[in-house]
């Protein structure tokens, strides 16, 4: 009896991992999940999406805090996938940049116009910002270093509940995507990191807004929270795909002072 019992639950308990379409068929939990992927990438612009070789967006960045904005600079963020990025903020009339390429990088400061190869740590961040990333998860880029599973649906809004995906790293490192059920569109990004301290933080980054640009469309609102706190949002005003990127701004400069200049692209 207790042996039948146990059999009967294990039963159950398959079952319950495999959604059953009108037909009776099972759909195993791993073809649901892709299944909202292809549903996000063609409601992002299909082929045109998957397409994409780089990206030029500019607008605001907003650091929050309790609900305010307490510092904003304008941003013009270049990238050319899958993993080179150049981002320069300005603000009171100071610019200040960000650039990778793969396992390199570097900073400018431009108070004291000082150019400072970025160390590991820095260079790790920017490795988990593409592991984080939307355009990581729909462009397959993972399937390397990951493993998708189906969660099921989670509470959205009220009468309205998010398709959830989970991308699990072989280095035990997990993150969370949610899609609107109705709209097939992003709508979060979850993840956790550790702090210096060792505290133990929960980050999501919540996507909006969506604008059609030349048949694609894209967030032009991102809100950052952290342990359920929003900290920031990054605004676009523009964004342009696939244009020509010269590799020399990826590359470091041997004078601080040809940063001063504004990028021209």
Do not use: C, H
């Not at 903020?89 to 200040?96: A, E, P, Q, R, T």
């Not at 010269?246 to 590359?251: E, G, H, K, L, N």
């Amino acid at each position: 009896m207790k042996r039948s019992i146990l059999s009967f639950a294990f039963i159950v308990l398959v079952l319950a991992s495999f959604s059953f379409p009108a037909d009776g068929q099972a759909v195993p939990p791993k073809d649901q999940a892709e299944a909202v992927l292809q549903k996000a990438v063609q409601n992002l612009g299909g082929e045109k999406y998957l397409k994409i070789t780089s990206q030029i967006g500019r607008g605001r960045f907003s650091q929050m805090k309790e609900g305010v904005v307490v510092a904003f600079q304008s941003f013009i963020d270049v990238i050319v996938f899958p993993d080179k990025e150049r981002t320069e903020f300005k603000g009171n009339g100071v610019k200040s940049i960000q650039t990778n390429a793969g396992n390199i990088g570097w900073t400018f400061d431009g108070d004291a116009e000082v150019v400072k190869i970025q160390n590991e740590k820095q260079v790790d961040d920017f490795k988990r910002a593409i592991r984080t990333s939307l355009d990581n998860l729909l462009r397959g880029q993972w399937r390397n270093e990951a493993k998708l599973t189906y969660v099921g649906k989670r509470q959205a809004t009220l009468g309205k509940r998010n398709e959830v995906v989970k991308l699990t790293y072989k280095d035990g490192m997990t993150v969370e995507f949610e899609f609107g059920a109705d709209t097939g569109l992003p709508a979060k990004a979850i993840y956790g990191r550790t702090s210096a301290d060792g505290e133990d933080i929960k980050e999501e980054d919540r996507y909006a807004q969506f604008v059609d640009v030349g048949g694609i469309k894209s967030p032009f609102i991102i809100d950052k929270f952290t342990n359920g706190t929003q900290t920031s949002r990054i605004n676009y005003e523009t964004v342009e795909y696939n244009k020509s990127i010269p590799d020399s701004i990826f590359t470091k400069p041997s004078n601080p002072k040809e940063l001063k200049k504004d990028l021209k692209l």
